[in-house]
């Protein structure tokens, strides 16, 4: 279980300081699949960068199964980073002298996932595996990078706006197979997405503004990717 409490992050110094997250509580279960929603500068992107442990706590307290990131030295928060967690980011963050085959490995190699090429089939690149990023259009490097994510075979999945470079058709067999994914090896799945609709595939949806959680409901009439709106 990962346990957030009274969580505040600050940006800026002196006149432009600003709070980002304004003490957030909350628990989320193993397992869980929970969607993150709220307007731009809500602190969506905050929350999940902090819990993540890519950033640092101004306040409060973010726990996995009694392990507080706080008091860990920036070598074992690498280390647990890297033994625990994987992060899809908005941006791709290819290594460009790579290519799409070498960029998954990296991931996999992480976790010694000597299994990871039928990943690069189920997103749709079976056949520029060879194909440097320069190559590819931005949706084919963000499949790449979904990929890359998903070899390390985390025990939690960060998505920050996972299909936003992908067309609709694209983004729904990614999300589809995210979601098969996560429900067969049990992974928690966080979220932050600006497609509504979305929240509708997750086990809870976490509404954000002004950097504070409004709103929580548990989605008790779950659709698979494809019965959603886009």
Do not use: C
């Not at 996995?64 to 908005?90: C, H, P, V, W």
């Not at 085959?101 to 690069?120: Q, R, S, T, V, Y």
């Not at 706006?161 to 966080?190: H, S, V, W």
């Amino acid at each position: 279980m990962i346990e957030v409490r009274n969580l505040t992050k600050y940006y800026g110094n002196g006149e432009s300081r600003f709070k980002a997250l304004d003490d957030v509580t909350v628990n989320i279960s193993d397992g869980e699949f929970i969607v993150i929603l709220g307007a731009s500068g809500s602190g969506k992107s905050t929350f999940l960068n902090v819990i993540s442990g890519l950033e640092e706590i101004d306040g409060g307290s973010v726990t996995y199964d009694g392990r507080q990131l706080e008091n860990m030295s920036e070598k074992e928060l690498t280390k647990f980073r890297r033994d625990n967690t994987a992060y899809i980011f908005q941006q791709y963050y290819l290594l460009p002298h790579l290519n799409v085959e070498k960029n998954i490995k990296m991931g996999a190699d992480l976790d010694h996932n000597k299994d990871f090429l039928p990943l690069i089939e189920a997103v749709g690149l079976a056949e520029k595996r060879k194909k440097f990023p320069s190559e590819l259009s931005g949706g084919e490097q963000q499949r790449v990078a979904i990929a890359r994510a998903l070899a390390k075979n985390p025990k939690v999945l960060f998505l920050d706006e996972p299909t936003g470079a992908l067309d609709e058709n694209t983004g729904r067999l990614i999300l589809d197979y995210i979601i098969k994914l996560q429900a067969k090896q049990g992974f928690t799945m966080i979220m932050v997405t600006h497609n509504a609709n979305i929240a509708e595939t997750a086990d809870r949806i976490i509404k954000m503004n002004s950097g504070k959680i409004v709103n929580t409901t548990d989605n008790t009439d779950k659709k698979t990717a494809f019965e959603i709106g886009w």
